[in-house]
């Protein structure tokens, strides 16, 4: 398969084996976009992926559920990053605010739910890097390394113009070029946006004692504070401060990093030793007034995102996906986008606007210093630890909305396997 292809390059335009027009157009190459077009190659659709490369590396990590792991593995790179991944056994939250109302620890277990593990968190530069050669092996996906400039849709097809010339079409399109998506604002949806005074640090440690799986994320009047797992006494960092504080904290001497990262541990996990580079990342929501229209379906952050709070932003753009290849599969294939289009529309609403209401709203009710709000969180993460029902429908919906495990069914198929087995 692999021995077929070349590269193309920006700069050359389109090689001799590339066509002009596609099955599927999916537009961005970050982590949504990049499974998106191995998603709709696994169909046997042919895929144009227009996908430029990334500004730099990606320090972050993800903690992806169990839905989305089975996804990875039914796209055969799970195995390949598994290795620098660890399981989440454990998520625990705890209160770090100096408040008058604070909220009494809250800790999940997987096995409260009957899983080894909620999931794995993963480092997203190895996962990118996977999914790229995955990419590149595939003879059904045609690489355009250019970004798209234009784009408008008649009743048969969806025409997208490239920065350096080619004009490519495709029956369809997912639209996976993120925040300020060019494809969604050409086919005219409109986003609704908001930002918070936060900007997220992220980091990754080594640390002297050991984290048996366990993710913690401390409640701060900045935001979270969370540390996740990773192989080994390892964990990631996510830590949300002030804009305005960025800069200091990243002029801090390494001894006074690690000590200033201890100290907001509690020194749960004795002394830490930040590695290699800390990245920040700005923090805002939007939401499109709809997620999909004509032949356009809109993926991963192009639809919706919002602060990392309780690993829900991929896992939700993962879920855009498996029911997008499933709505076009469901409606007959790519030549019948339109009314795919119209099932993804009804289908998607109600996870993206409870994920982005509820991450939301905890956000605000963390920043807030007004007490109803702060007996609001207080009095919610009282309820989930006081009463087990509730915990567990928590965690439930949580991992997976339920309606979605048919979905997850239809796409991975037999290639969903409980996690940690
Ligand atoms: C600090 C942090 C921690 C997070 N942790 C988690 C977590 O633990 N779990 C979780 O589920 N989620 C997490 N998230 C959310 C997750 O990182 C995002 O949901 C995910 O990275 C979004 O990927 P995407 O592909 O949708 O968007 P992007 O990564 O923004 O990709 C968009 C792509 O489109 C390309 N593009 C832009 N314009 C064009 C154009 N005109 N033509 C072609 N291409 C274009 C860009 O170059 C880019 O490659 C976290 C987010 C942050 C900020």
Known sequence: MGGLRK????????PEHMHDHYDIAVVGGGLAGSVAALSAASEGWSVAFIAPPPPRQDGRTTALLSESIDLLAHLGVWEAVKPASAPLRTMRILDGTKRLLRAPPVSFHSSEIDLDAFGYNIPNQPLFDVLQAEISQSARIDRFGSPLVDADQTAERVNLRLADGPQVTALAALAADGRGSKLRDAIGITIKTWSYPQSALVMNFSHRLGHAGTSTEFHTEQGPFTQVPLPGNRSSLIWSVKPEDVDAILALSREALNA??????????????????????????????SFGRGRTLLVGETGHAFPPIGAQGLNLGLRDIMQAIGSIRDAGGPQQAPEAVRDFNRQRRLDVTTRTAGVDLLNR???????????????????????PPLKLLAMREGMTPGWRKIVNRQVCGSAGKQIGR
């Open 260 to 289: 200033a990262v201890e100290t907001r541990m509690h020194s749960i996990l004795g002394a830490v030793e930040v590695e290699g580079a800390v990245q920040a990342w700005p923090l805002s929501s939007l939401i499109a007034e």
């Open 7 to 14: 590269e193309p390059t920006a700069k050359r335009g389109k």
């Open 365 to 387: 009710a963390l920043l807030s210093s007004s007490l109803p709000m702060q007996a609001l969180r207080a009095g919610g993460l009282a309820a989930l630890s006081a009463v």
